[in-house]
C-alpha cells in the first residue's frame, strides 16, 4: 500500500472547500466515505458506527443526486429543509448531516487520542473519544450498544500496523486531524446558527 490508509482522505480534503470557502457536498461524502476502510480495520467495534456513517452518505448522496446543481453546497440541504419544516425529522438530510458529522467528530479524537497517546490501550482511546463526542447525544440503548462493541476493540500494536502500509501513521493521522476537524466545527457552528445542532438519539 503506497503511504497510509488515511492517504486517499487526506488527498480529497483538498477539495472539499470551494474558492470561497464553502462546503461543497460530493468531495465531503467522498472524504466520509474514504474513512470507512479505516474503521474495517477495526472490525466488530466499529461495526455500528460505520453502518450509521454508510446510511448517513446514502441519504445525503441520495439527496444531492436528485438535483446535483441545487444541491452542491452541503449546508443547501438544511436550507431547503428549515424553508419547508422538515429539518427536525428523523428520516432528514439534515439529521444525516448532524449525525454524520457526530460521527466523523468521534473518529477525529480518537485518531488524536492513538497518536497523542501511544501509551493508551485502543478501548482506552475509543472510549475516551466516545466520552467526549457521541455520548451525550446517545439515549441509553445506543450508549449500552457502544460500551459493549468497544470491548470488541482489536490490539493497538496490530492495529496500527495494519493502517501503516508504507507512510508516517502517526504524521498522517495528526494531519488528518488538523485538516478535518475545522471542516466539522464549520458544519456543526452553522447548524447551531439555524437551531439544530442539539438533536438527540431515542
Same mark, same amino acid.
Given at each position: 500500500? /503506497?503511504?497510509?490508509?488515511?492517504?486517499?482522505?487526506? /488527498?480529497g480534503?483538498?477539495? +472539499?472547500?470551494? /474558492?470561497?470557502? =464553502?462546503l461543497?457536498?460530493?468531495?465531503?461524502?467522498?472524504v466520509?466515505?474514504?474513512v470507512?476502510p479505516?474503521?474495517?480495520?477495526?472490525?466488530?467495534?466499529?461495526t455500528? +458506527? $460505520?453502518?450509521?456513517?454508510?446510511?448517513?452518505? *446514502?441519504?445525503?448522496?441520495?439527496? #444531492?443526486?436528485?438535483?446535483?446543481?441545487?444541491?452542491? #453546497?452541503? #449546508?443547501s440541504?438544511?436550507?431547503? =429543509? +428549515? =424553508?419547508?419544516?422538515?429539518?427536525?425529522?428523523?428520516?432528514?438530510?439534515?439529521?444525516?448531516?448532524?449525525?454524520?458529522?457526530?460521527a466523523?467528530?468521534?473518529?477525529?479524537?480518537?485518531?488524536h487520542?492513538? *497518536? &497523542?497517546? &501511544?501509551?493508551?490501550?485502543?478501548? &482506552?482511546a475509543?472510549?475516551?473519544? #466516545?466520552? $467526549?463526542?457521541l455520548? $451525550?447525544?446517545?439515549?441509553?440503548?445506543?450508549?449500552?450498544?457502544?460500551t +459493549?462493541?468497544?470491548?470488541l476493540?482489536?490490539?493497538?500494536?496490530?492495529?496500527?500496523?495494519?493502517?501503516?502500509?508504507?507512510?508516517?501513521?502517526?504524521?498522517?493521522? =495528526?494531519?488528518?486531524?488538523? *485538516?478535518f476537524?475545522?471542516?466539522?466545527?464549520?458544519?456543526?457552528?452553522?447548524?447551531?446558527?439555524?437551531?439544530?445542532d442539539?438533536?438527540? *438519539?431515542?
Amino acid at each position: 500500500m /503506497e503511504g497510509t490508509l488515511f492517504s486517499p482522505a487526506l /488527498e480529497g480534503m483538498k477539495d +472539499v472547500k470551494s /474558492e470561497h470557502g =464553502e462546503l461543497m457536498t460530493k468531495p465531503f461524502l467522498e472524504v466520509c466515505k474514504l474513512v470507512l476502510p479505516i474503521l474495517d480495520k477495526f472490525g466488530a467495534a466499529m461495526t455500528v +458506527v $460505520k453502518s450509521d456513517i454508510s446510511a448517513n452518505i *446514502a441519504r445525503l448522496e441520495s439527496k #444531492y443526486n436528485d438535483n446535483p446543481s441545487r444541491f452542491n #453546497y452541503l #449546508y443547501s440541504f438544511v436550507q431547503a =429543509e +428549515v =424553508e419547508i419544516k422538515t429539518a427536525k425529522s428523523s428520516s432528514s438530510c439534515t439529521n444525516g448531516l448532524l449525525w454524520l458529522t457526530r460521527a466523523m467528530d468521534f473518529i477525529v479524537v480518537l485518531f488524536h487520542n492513538l *497518536a &497523542q497517546h &501511544q501509551d493508551w490501550s485502543m478501548s &482506552q482511546a475509543c472510549n475516551d473519544s #466516545y466520552s $467526549k463526542t457521541l455520548k $451525550k447525544w446517545h439515549g441509553w440503548l445506543a450508549s449500552s450498544s457502544f460500551t +459493549v462493541a468497544i470491548k470488541l476493540a482489536p490490539d493497538r500494536k496490530k492495529f496500527m500496523e495494519v493502517i501503516s502500509g508504507n507512510g508516517d501513521i502517526n504524521s498522517d493521522m =495528526e494531519k488528518f486531524c488538523m *485538516a478535518f476537524s475545522p471542516i466539522l466545527q464549520q458544519i456543526h457552528k452553522f447548524l447551531t446558527s439555524v437551531g439544530l445542532d442539539s438533536m438527540k *438519539a431515542p
